[in-house]
């Protein structure tokens, strides 16, 4: 038997634990039981307050960004600093939502959360370094924080040298916060690693694993390959900086290039740390609100697989113009072209699931349809800048910033969200407004369209990205840019507020909380619909019968209770072990 899993049909009763029947939100109450908790499911409650306080600050930095681009001359910043303020402005945004939200959204959040009650496990295999993983997480954020309230960052994102090493901005402190968050990033990579690998129950083989499990897996083996190669890189800029010892500055010898190969060697595969996790997601979602088996399961789960390594091969079309050899560029045209294919195939499997499926229109398959739209537009026109003619115009335009929040934004912001509303009910135990839920998804897809399309037209006519201000010609579709921020702004509050009055967060407003949820409203396969919402302490009474992640012939709809039930089990059970019997010349013998 796997460690941490637990016999099949056996009862919980460790001494000095809180019994079954108390879930995890009430089994100890207090700010030190969550300070000091070792429970995944409440430190994936951390995270996801933690990412969307994180989100919010570079939310509002993305809204004072598009305020000063709504006039040719600039609204917002004034006077003789204000490049500076706008630079500024820019890169923290950029380092906030990268490094304090995209990539840790999903797996550090959902993912905490949930791949132990999938496994039909007790907990991750290292609890303790979980909750360190969380703190490092919290100690990196302040080091950004530090840097905002200091001198401010003006490098952009990247950290690009020469430019990093000669400023006078926070780049220390900022580069040290992404040096820390990469700790954080292994530590719960290697985490998941250990989990999936050592504590899947009896009967679950890697072919009955949910694929948000395989996304997760994929993600977690990037983390722990990839990101070691960021913390040294930014180690190396940190010497560089206080040492001058003629790495990347060319005034000392240095190379600038060295820096751009380190860094994207990082990168490119970080943005499938991003998007992996949300593939995971939408293949729940298309399933369970299909109300159909996935179609193509294992060329999923593979696809997955192909992505993660692929990822690795693929940083220097980030590099088109910063002077490689033809025959080098060529190679990576080619190796972008190869890593669309896995993400082609999840998206025609998606599309197939739905095809006579029994779709149910709920808020999270409405984010799911939104997402597989935005990221296709995104991934077709990724094309366009991994084809050297092209990318030699495109490059460095407002149509690369299209594209990746196109991947980024409509991929993974909008994954999490369809995840955080299918396994909210899970989570908290309460359902939310259909209405108000499908209302945010609208608003949404709506506002984020009309950031964002107009800006691969400015891209296409040559608009520079990273400019304060802009020639008048452009002035009409940044101002349709900045209102459809603002209506994405605005279907983003709306979404928080669905979710917070669910919970009775506005009760002493008169506003009611949501009905009690039910262990499995949406009618899901996967283990985590077996155990109670929210769940238990220790995830499950008794341990669920393992079986085919997608298979929900033996699920239907109790129209009186408002839920799923099980009618007639007709998945395979796998039975408990048994001893082997004794050989009968060894009963004769005795």
Known sequence: MSAGSLPSGSQVKDPGYPTPSENYLTNSKGILSWIF??????????????????????????????LHLFQPDGMVFQGEEANNWYNQVFTLHGAIMVFLFIIPSVPA??????????????????PRLNLCSFYLWVFGALFFVSALCASGLDTGWTFYTPYSTTTDSSVILATSGAFILGFSSIFTGLNFIVTINTMRPPGMTWFRMPLFLWATYATSIIQVLATPVLGITLLLLIAERTMHIGIFDPEYNGDPVTFQHFFWFYSHPAVYIMILPAFGIISDLISVHSHKRIFGY??????????????????????????????????????????????????????????????????????????????????LTGLHLGTLATDMHLHDTYFVVAHFHYVMVGGT????????FHWWPKMFGKMYSEAGGRLSAFLVFAGFNLTFLPQFILGSRG?????????????????????GS???????????????RSVGAFSRFGLACGKKAPANPWGGATLEWHCTSPPPFYNFERAPAVGDPYDFSDLEWEADEERYVTVEPKREVIPEEQPKPAPAHAEDSN
């Not at 990576?332 to 229109?361: D, R």
């Not at 603002?486 to 917070?500: D, H, N, P, R």
């Open 37 to 66: 908790t070792l429970d995944h499911k409440r430190i994936g409650v951390m995270y996801l307050v933690g990412v969307t306080l994180a989100f919010g600050v570079a939310g509002l930095l993305a809204l004072l960004i598009r």
């Open 109 to 126: 959040a959902l993912g905490n959360f949930l791949v132990p009650v999938m496994l039909g496990a007790k907990d991750v295999a290292f």
């Open 298 to 379: 294992r060329f999923i789960a593979y696809s997955s697989i192909a992505i993660a390594l692929l990822g690795f091969l693929v940083w220097g079309h980030h590099m088109f113009t910063a002077g490689m050899s033809s025959l080098t560029t060529i190679i990576f045209s080619a190796l972008t072209f190869t890593v669309s294919v896995p993400s082609a195939i999840k998206v025609f499997n998606w599309l197939a699931t739905m095809y006579k499926g029994s779709i149910s229109l709920t808020t999270p398959m409405c984010y799911a349809l939104s997402f597989i739209f935005l990221f296709t537009i995104g991934g």
């Open 413 to 420: 912001l909008v994954a999490f969200l369809g995840g955080v």
């Open 463 to 483: 608009m520079p990205r990273r400019y304060a201000t802009y020639d008048p010609e452009f002035a009409g579709l940044h101002q349709m840019s900045t209102y």
């Open 486 to 500: 603002m209506l994405l702004g605005f279907g983003l509050l709306v979404a928080l507020f669905v979710l917070l």
